[in-house]
């Protein structure tokens, strides 16, 4: 019997527009302390580029996108059509500042959920949590519902 533990895969990066790495870096070095194997896209990334990266890591459980200059939801216009396409499965969590100005107007995680991101965090210490929420929920289906 093997006592081997699968290490947990996950896919940061920064969104399309934005170059802030300092966050994506230290989201990445948690995620690591906290047993995660992660792919780090960097910044300036395009979906299409996780897209190919869930596609080489398909164990991924979740690919986290950080926007820290408020266009995440330009940033993440394509995701309906990539997920539509079957290329990004997995839940998608968005964190950051999520739109521009010092004034927003509550509706900017609506119009990413709407989108189809599955999770938007204040908090980047959520995420650990969250993939553990995820996992368990995985584990466990819900049945007759």
Known sequence: MSSRKTQRTVIIGVARS?????????????LREAGFLVVNLGVCTPLEDFADALAAHPDAEAVVIGSLNGHAYEDLSDLPALRAAGRLHCPMIVGGNLSVGSHKDGDERERLLRLGVDHILDDADQIPLLLDLLQAARATPLTGV
């Open 18 to 30: 934005d170059a802030h790495a300092v966050a994506n870096h230290l989201i990445a070095m948690r």
